[in-house]
């Protein structure tokens, strides 16, 4: 049951650095004030690049979002019928 845990504990550990990574590295959602008044200045094939690379990194942040919940389930389960604490 050690084994496991380490284990588990790992991918968690792993998993929640990923994820802090990849929420740092996607752009905000507005540009503020700027944008309103015609601040934004991209071209419509650079927004669709952008989109689609903002649409994955949503993605990944939604995988790693739930692999972290499971994990910290399975940890919390594992630790409890092994008699231990966390």
């Known amino acids: 049951m050690d084994i496991l845990?380490?284990?588990v504990a790992g991918i968690l550990v792993v998993s929640?650095?990923?994820?802090?990574?990849v929420v740092l590295i996607q752009q905000t959602k507005s540009s503020g004030l700027g944008a309103a008044?015609?601040?934004d200045?991209?071209?419509f094939s650079q927004?669709?690049?952008?989109?689609s690379r903002e649409a994955?990194?949503?993605?990944?942040t939604v995988v790693l979002a739930i692999v972290i919940a499971v994990?910290?389930?399975?940890l919390m389960l594992i630790?409890?019928?092994a008699g231990k604490s966390i």
């Open 47 to 51: 927004r669709g690049k952008a989109a």
């Open 37 to 39: 008044y015609g601040g």
């Open 5 to 7: 845990m380490w284990v």
């Open 79 to 81: 630790a409890r019928f």
């Open 56 to 60: 994955k990194l949503q993605k990944i």
């Open 16 to 21: 929640s650095i990923l994820m802090c990574v």
């Open 41 to 43: 200045t991209v071209s």
């Open 71 to 74: 994990m910290a389930i399975a």
